[in-house]
C-alpha cells in the first residue's frame, strides 16, 4: 500500500517549506520534482511566465482547470490582488486532498476555492454555484484533449469577456494540436506562444496565451 507520488510531495513540503510562506512551498516543489521525483507541475521554468502573465493581468477571478499537487494554483493565488480569488477544478478526490494540504501550508487557502469534479459538468455551473460572472484569467492544465472542449464550453456559458485571457500549458508536449489550431485561427482570439520547456527537463514545450476578443 506505499504511499504516492502527490503524497511524497506533499510530505516534502510539510517537511521543508516555511508554513505561510507561497515562495517557500514554490522552491521546495521544484527541488522535489527536480532531484527526487519528476512532477507535472507546470515547474520553474513556464512558472515565471505564468506569474507575469498573471501579474500582467492581475484576475480578481481566476479558473485553473487541473489542480493535481496545487503548484499552480499556489503562483497563481500568491499573486492576486486583496479579493481576488482562484477557483481551481480538480475531479480526482487523491489528488484534491494533497493540493487543499499543500495550497493550506502556503497559507493562501482564503484565495483558494478547490472544487472537486470534472470540468465538463462545473463550468455550466460556476455562476450559480460560485456567483462568477466572468473569469479574467483561465490557466488550462488538465486532460490536454479537454482544452478545447472546455474553452468551447466557457464561451457557450458566457464566462469569458472581451479581453479574458486563457493560458494553457503543455501546448507542445504532451501537445493540445486541435486547441492551437482554434485559438490560433478563430477571430475571436488573439494568440501568441511562450518558447520554454517541459518542467524540469530540456524538452521543449510552451505556453499559448490567448485573449478572448468577446
Ligand atoms: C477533463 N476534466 C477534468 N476536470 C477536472 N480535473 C481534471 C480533468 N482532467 C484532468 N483533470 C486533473 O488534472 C490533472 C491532469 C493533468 C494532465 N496533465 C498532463 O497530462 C501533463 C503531462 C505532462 C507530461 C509531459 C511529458 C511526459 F513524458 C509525461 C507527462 C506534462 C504536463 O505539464 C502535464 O500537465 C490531474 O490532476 C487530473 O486529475
Ligand atoms: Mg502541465
Request: net charge negative.
Amino acid at each position: 500500500t506505499g504511499s504516492t507520488r502527490p503524497q511524497r510531495l506533499l510530505r516534502a513540503v510539510q517537511k521543508k517549506a516555511t508554513q505561510g510562506d507561497p515562495q517557500s512551498v514554490i522552491a521546495t516543489i521544484d527541488d522535489f520534482c527536480r532531484h527526487s521525483e519528476w512532477a507535472m507541475n507546470v515547474g520553474d521554468e513556464k512558472g515565471l511566465i505564468l506569474d507575469s502573465i498573471v501579474s500582467e493581468v492581475n484576475p480578481s477571478t481566476a479558473l485553473e482547470l487541473g489542480t493535481y499537487c496545487g503548484y499552480s494554483t499556489v503562483r497563481i493565488a500568491r499573486l492576486l490582488p486583496p479579493g481576488g480569488r482562484c477557483i481551481t477544478l480538480e475531479f480526482n478526490p487523491a489528488y484534491a486532498a494533497v493540493a487543499r494540504q499543500v495550497i493550506a501550508w502556503a497559507g493562501i487557502q482564503d484565495k483558494v476555492q478547490l472544487v472537486e469534479g470534472p470540468s465538463g459538468d462545473l463550468i455550466p455551473q460556476m455562476k450559480e454555484l460560485f456567483g462568477v460572472q466572468t473569469f479574467d484569467f483561465v490557466f488550462l492544465d488538465h486532460w490536454k484533449d479537454r482544452y478545447l472542449p472546455d474553452a468551447k464550453l466557457l464561451e457557450e456559458c458566457g464566462l469569458l469577456r472581451e479581453g479574458t485571457v486563457l493560458l494553457a500549458d503543455n501546448v507542445i508536449c504532451p501537445g493540445t494540436p486541435e486547441y492551437l489550431q482554434y485559438v490560433r485561427n478563430s477571430p475571436r482570439y488573439e494568440s501568441r506562444y511562450f518558447k520554454s520547456h517541459l518542467e524540469y527537463t530540456k524538452v521543449e514545450d510552451g505556453l499559448e496565451k490567448s485573449v478572448f476578443l468577446g
